[in-house]
T-cell receptor
């Protein structure tokens, strides 16, 4: 069965420091991958997505992610974190079938130290 | 573009009453809408998938008579929690996908917090 793993439950970084959030997936073919961000009490906002092509994907708010097939990873990065980036981040992969359902990771909570 | 709204944003109700939550796609036609439930500090749990004009497909373990889903138009889906009980208190989030905006991507609403007393 497909699955998504976000190994880090919490990550704390200082404002201005770089950030990398890890995401690993299990999937038999080329996956459709997503990163979403959720601020407290809010819905999810799409940061970026990868379907095919260039493996380095640029998103909103200065985020990028790199698809590495050999490592089954789709890690999210940002060169300089802002205090407003503090939130919950979810990695997701689209189901292989025709349902368009998403399989979500357990999420990583980002805390930003002033 | 690709804005999804939910109403109400929060609701408090008495045990035994029914509550209806609306999910609207504001600037696109939603071929499919999804309903999720999220417990505190946890990931999203898919409850059901609905296509316009069709019966919803419920995930295993979700009571379809408890959580009634209607997708009557291409811009509106509703979730009705019938005979709500305190254990139904949760954060409910909908999402939508549309063929015209890249059908593989789900766009999420802001969520509805339900508290059942």
């Amino acid at each position: 069965a497909q699955s998504v793993t976000q190994p880090d439950i919490h990550i704390t970084v200082s404002e201005g420091a770089s950030l990398e959030l890890r995401c690993n997936y299990s999937y038999g073919a080329t996956p459709y991958l997503f990163w979403y961000v959720q601020s407290p009490g809010q819905g999810l906002q799409l940061l970026l997505k990868y379907f095919s092509g260039d493996t380095l994907v640029q998103g909103i708010k200065g985020f990028e992610a790199e698809f590495k097939r050999s490592q089954s990873s789709f890690n999210l990065r940002k060169p300089s974190v802002h205090w407003s980036d503090a939130a919950e981040y979810f990695c997701a992969v689209k189901e292989m079938d025709s349902s368009y359902k998403l399989i979500f990771g357990s999420g990583t909570r980002l805390l930003v130290r002033p | 573009g690709a804005v999804v709204s939910q109403h109400p944003s929060w609701v408090i109700c008495k045990s035994g009453t029914s509550v209806k939550i609306e999910c609207r796609s504001l600037d696109f036609q939603a071929t499919t809408m999804f309903w999720y439930r999220q417990f505190p500090k946890q990931s999203l749990m898919l409850m059901a998938t609905s296509n316009e004009g069709s019966k919803a497909t419920y995930e295993q373990g979700v009571e379809k008579d408890k959580f009634l889903i209607n997708h009557a138009s291409l811009t509106l889906s509703t979730l009705t929690v019938t005979s709500a009980h305190p254990e139904d208190s949760s954060f409910y989030i909908c999402s939508a996908r549309g063929l015209a905006i890249g059908g593989e991507t789900q766009y999420f609403g802001p969520g509805t917090r339900l508290l059942v007393l």
